[in-house]
C-alpha cells in the first residue's frame, strides 16, 4: 500500500478544530529534520516554483597574520605571497534574519471538510517554521489576521518567539472559533457578523506587515489568499523590494468539488446561505470551475510578483505531506 492511499489520521493531540499547546510544542522537535543540509522543508512542499533554502552566509572581515589554530583554508595565499608572511581571511557570520508570519484564521479559514480545519493546518505549519527559525538562530515574528483584527507577535529569538507565536494563535483561534459558534445560535446576530465578517480587509494586514517587519526578512505568507485582492499587489511588489516573500497556500478537497458526500448540505460564505446537493455532479463542477478560477488568480499575481507559490492540504496531516513528497530530477 503507498503512502497516498493510507488514510489520514488526526496529528498528536489535534481534535482538527480547536488549537492546543501540546499539538504545536510538538514541532520544536521536527524541526531539526529540515535544518542545513538536509534537504529544506520548502523543497518538499508541492508548489507552483521550487524555493532553494537560503544558508547562513560568512561575510569577509580583514586580513590579519597568520596564527596558530587558525583554519588553513583560511588563509589569503596572494597577501601571503606578496609580504612573505602568511595571513588568514577573518569572516564574520551574516547577520540573522527575521521570519515573519502572516498567518490567516479568517472565516473562509475556518473550513474542513476531512481532517482538519485550513486555519488549524495552518497553525501546523507556522509552528513548525517558527522552531525551524529559532534552530537557524533567527528571531520569529508573526501577524495573525482573523478578519477583524490583527494580534501582532514582534520578531523575537530563542524559544521566546515560537511560545510567543503559539500561544498568540491558540488565543486568536479559540476567540474565533467561540464567535463563530455564536453567531450560528441566532439567526438575527448571524446576519449583523455577517455584514461585518470583514471589516479589517486583508490590505490591512499587508500595511502592517510592511511597518513591522525589519528590511531582509524571510516573510511566508499562510493563507487560503480568498481575501487578496489586486489592489493589493502593490503593496506585495514594496514588501518584496527589500524582503524574500513566500506565499502558502491552505486548500481543502471540497474547494475542488472533491467529496463522497452524497446528500444535500447547508453551506454559507458568511454573506449568503444555501443548499447544496453534493449528489448532483453540476454541484462539484461547479466548485472546481470557482477553485481553478481563484487557482489562475493566485498562480498569476505570484507569477508577476515572482513570490514563489506552496500549497498545502487541510485533509492529510503537515508532517505527511512534507516527509511524503518525493523530488524527481529530469
Not at 105 to 110: G, Q
Not at 174 to 187: F, R
Not at 283 to 302: G, N, V
Not at 312 to 317: E, N, T, Y
Amino acid at each position: 500500500m503507498t503512502e497516498s492511499q493510507i488514510a489520514p489520521t488526526l496529528p498528536s493531540h489535534s481534535d482538527g478544530v480547536n488549537l492546543c499547546l501540546a499539538e504545536l510544542l510538538q514541532y520544536k522537535n521536527q524541526a531539526v529534520r529540515w535544518l542545513p543540509p538536509a534537504q529544506s522543508v520548502w523543497s518538499q512542499l508541492n508548489g507552483q516554483h521550487m524555493s532553494r533554502q537560503k544558508g547562513r552566509g560568512m561575510n569577509f572581515s580583514e586580513v590579519r597574520p597568520y596564527q596558530a589554530g587558525d583554519d588553513i583554508r583560511a588563509i589569503d595565499w596572494r597577501v601571503t605571497a606578496r609580504t612573505g608572511k602568511t595571513h588568514t581571511k577573518l569572516f564574520t557570520e551574516e547577520r540573522e534574519q527575521p521570519v515573519m508570519l502572516l498567518i490567516d484564521i479568517s472565516n473562509s479559514m475556518k473550513f474542513g471538510s476531512k481532517l482538519l480545519l485550513k486555519s488549524v493546518q495552518a497553525a501546523h505549519f507556522a509552528s513548525l517554521l517558527s522552531w525551524l527559525a529559532v534552530r537557524e538562530k533567527d528571531r520569529i515574528g508573526a501577524i495573525i489576521y482573523d478578519g477583524k483584527r490583527l494580534t501582532e507577535c514582534k520578531p523575537t529569538a530563542r524559544q521566546q518567539g515560537p511560545l510567543r507565536v503559539i500561544n498568540a494563535l491558540i488565543e486568536a483561534h479559540k476567540a474565533q472559533i467561540t464567535s463563530s459558534s455564536d453567531e450560528q445560535s441566532s439567526q438575527q446576530q448571524h446576519q449583523q457578523s455577517s455584514e461585518n465578517s470583514y471589516s479589517l480587509p486583508f490590505s490591512g494586514a499587508l500595511k502592517h506587515l510592511h511597518h513591522l517587519c525589519p528590511k531582509g526578512s524571510e516573510i511566508v505568507i499562510i493563507s487560503d489568499f480568498y481575501q487578496l485582492g489586486l489592489s493589493d499587489k502593490r503593496r506585495l511588489s514594496q514588501l518584496r523590494h527589500h524582503n524574500r516573500i513566500q506565499f502558502v497556500q491552505i486548500h481543502d478537497p471540497l474547494e475542488q468539488g472533491k467529496t463522497s458526500f452524497t446528500g444535500y448540505e447547508s453551506v454559507t460564505d458568511n454573506k449568503q446561505s444555501l443548499w447544496l446537493d453534493f449528489s448532483a455532479k453540476k454541484t462539484k463542477e461547479k466548485l472546481s470551475e470557482q477553485y481553478l478560477a481563484h487557482q489562475l488568480f493566485i498562480k498569476d499575481m505570484a507569477q508577476t510578483l515572482a513570490i514563489p507559490l506552496h500549497s498545502l492540504s487541510a485533509a492529510i496531516p503537515l508532517l505527511q505531506q512534507l516527509g511524503g513528497q518525493r523530488i524527481h530530477h529530469g
